[in-house]
């Protein structure tokens, strides 16, 4: 079965600092994997995606993954947090059907 | 092009009662499902429905039903509502494959009392 973990319940970072979030799956094949982001009593939008091809992917708002096959890790990067970056983050996994899995989340707190 | 709507945005029920959430998409996905989400667990996939009228249970299914109008359309019913199903649940659709990513509505806070 597949799952995500992402070990950091929450994070807090200083505005224009790097951000790294971590993001490990299990998966017995190749994953396809995403990072959602949810605003405060919003719903989930997609930050990015990836399912072959170049092991590191762009995204909106600036940020950027990395797949690791060998580590299992798809880890969320930025260069430099904005505070309007403050928000909850989801990983989740799918094995190329459409049922996703998803992490239990890690919550971004910026500090101006 | 609105995405995914949903309806209501909030809700408080007693416990026994019955309501139905409703969900729409217009993007001509043929993938629906609906999530609840709560504290810490991320979220759950309660039950999905791959096209047009065909359903499926998903990881925590009990206390509910859903009902895949037609295309755009996939409804969640709580039949007998318990205060357990107190949360905040989400709709999302995708199109025909997994690499597509799902993209969702912005969900209907629930609580029941």
């Known amino acids: 079965a597949q799952s995500v973990t992402q070990p950091d319940i929450h994070i807090t970072v200083s505005e224009g600092a790097s951000l790294e979030l971590r993001c490990n799956y299990s998966y017995g094949a190749t994953p396809y994997l995403f990072w959602y982001v949810q605003s405060p009593g919003q719903g989930l939008q997609l930050l990015l995606k990836?399912?072959?091809?170049?092991?590191l992917v762009q995204g909106i708002k600036g940020f950027e993954a990395e797949f690791k096959r060998s580590q299992s890790s798809f880890n969320l990067r930025k260069p430099s947090v904005h505070w309007s970056d403050a928000a909850e983050y989801f990983c989740a996994v799918t094995g190329g059907g459409n049922k996703l899995t998803f992490g239990t989340g890690t919550q971004l707190k910026v500090e101006l | 092009n609105a995405g995914v709507t949903q309806t209501p945005k909030f809700q408080v029920l007693k416990t026994g009662q019955s309501m139905t959430l409703q969900c729409a998409q217009d993007m001509n996905h043929n993938s629906m499902y609906w999530y609840r989400q709560d504290p810490g667990m991320g979220l759950r996939l309660i039950y999905y429905s791959a096209s047009e009228g065909t359903t499926d249970k998903g990881e925590v299914p009990n206390g509910y039903n859903v009902s895949r109008l037609n295309k755009r359309e996939f409804s969640l019913r709580l039949e007998s509502a318990a205060p357990s199903q107190t949360s905040v649940y989400f709709c999302?659709?995708?199109?025909?494959?997994?690499?597509?990513?799902?993209?969702f509505g912005p969900g209907t806070r629930l609580t029941v009392l």
């Open positions: 990836y399912f072959s091809g170049d092991t």
């Open positions: 999302a659709s995708s199109g025909p494959s997994g690499g597509s990513g799902q993209f």
